[in-house]
């Protein structure tokens, strides 16, 4: 994915507009099936907050996927993962077999640049939706994010994507797009 001279991993906030827009078209061109959960937590809950999404997620996909990849972090981190995954698997009735089998990749793999650029996207999508003070006219870095949005959009790689005001609830969201 992305031109095959690149020899660093790609992170979406460390990126400027030539490889940002490179990556939003070849998404475009692959329409790859993407699926985005959010839930926003402190610094010390996020531990909790990514289990509960991983629980989630692997219940959503059972049925839909073969081989999910989940980009690694570190071997703790990738443990809890992995009991994360098999306790969920465990609560369900799967006759000793489980649906998928996860694979763990580094920032290297191309793979996770994809995940990393929709991720990048919707984040700074919905910061700018949550924050009160922005105006239509603001120039800062979000705002000129929505061209990507709206490509990715249109080649229906991300669906609408919601933010509750700072009044509201953190509900977990879930954007999605399943394979036609």
Known sequence: MGPAAR??????????PTARQAIVDLLSELRPSARL????THRRGQVEARAA???????????SIDEPVIES??????????????????????????????RWADKAERLIWAADAIAGIAREHLIEASDPDQDAT??????LEQPYLSQLRDAGV??????PTRTESWPDMRVSRLPS
């Open 138 to 143: 603001s120039t800062n870095r979000s705002t």
């Open 73 to 102: 972090r570190t071997a703790a981190e990738d443990e809890r993962d992995r009991d994360v995954r098999l306790d969920t698997f465990r609560t369900l009735d799967l006759d000793g077999s489980p649906p998928f089998v996860y």
């Open 53 to 63: 999404l991983l629980e989630t997620l692997v219940l959503d996909l059972i049925g």
């Open 37 to 40: 959960l959010v839930r926003s």
């Open 158 to 163: 991300i669906g609408e994507l919601e933010f």
């Open 7 to 16: 020899s660093r991993p790609f992170h979406w906030r460390k990126q400027g």
